[in-house]
């Protein structure tokens, strides 16, 4: 299966709201923001950076959405309602991943290197929250909404605030 049969199909699991292939595939900004990476990622991989930051750049204003080229994002990432959402240079996403809106994969420090925190599979981040710095999120786990998340948490762990 493609990568983007794979995306669409995945769109329709995760998002009840979603109707058909065609739909998702032309009014999803999560998916265009994800599709327009994998071509960003690759050419930063191949050493064409300041063309991968520009269109990466025109990709955020179109979507919303800003993800640098040079984060790994996995397979079946879904990102719903992904406006305001910002994955940072060396964060590392894993398979299936849903991302909601607002969220940011986010450095602490201003040093080179690894600085953005590891997504492992099955994280589920919710709205608004903030993972922040080279911290790893176990498989599994969720992150609830508007939570700001500073260190590393184990597999299946849920982090939430009940008011």
């Known amino acids: 299966m493609s990568f983007i049969a794979e995306d669409l199909a995945t769109a ?15 009014t999803y900004p ?8 994998r071509y960003q990622h690759w050419l930063w991989t191949h ?3 300041f063309l991968a930051r520009v269109l990466a750049n025109h990709t955020r204003s179109r979507t919303g959405i800003e993800i640098h080229p040079g984060a790994v994002i996995g397979r079946r990432v ?7 959402i910002v994955i940072g240079e060396t964060a590392i996403v894993g398979d299936d991943v ?5 969220v940011t994969l986010g450095g602490r420090t201003l040093n080179k290197g690894k600085r953005h925190p590891t997504v492992e599979n099955n994280v589920i981040l919710g709205a608004g929250a903030k993972v922040l ?3 790893t999120i176990g498989e599994g786990s969720t992150i609830g909404a508007n939570q700001v998340v500073t260190r590393s948490l184990s597999q299946r762990n849920e982090v939430e605030f009940y008011i």
């Open 98 to 102: 849903t991302i909601y809106h607002g």
């Open 47 to 49: 050493h064409l950076r």
């Open 12 to 26: 329709l699991k995760k998002d009840p709201a979603a109707r058909s292939r065609i739909e998702v595939a032309l």
């Open 133 to 135: 710095g080279n911290i």
């Open 78 to 84: 879904f990102i719903d309602h992904g406006m305001g």
């Open 30 to 37: 999560g998916l265009h923001a994800l599709w327009a990476h």
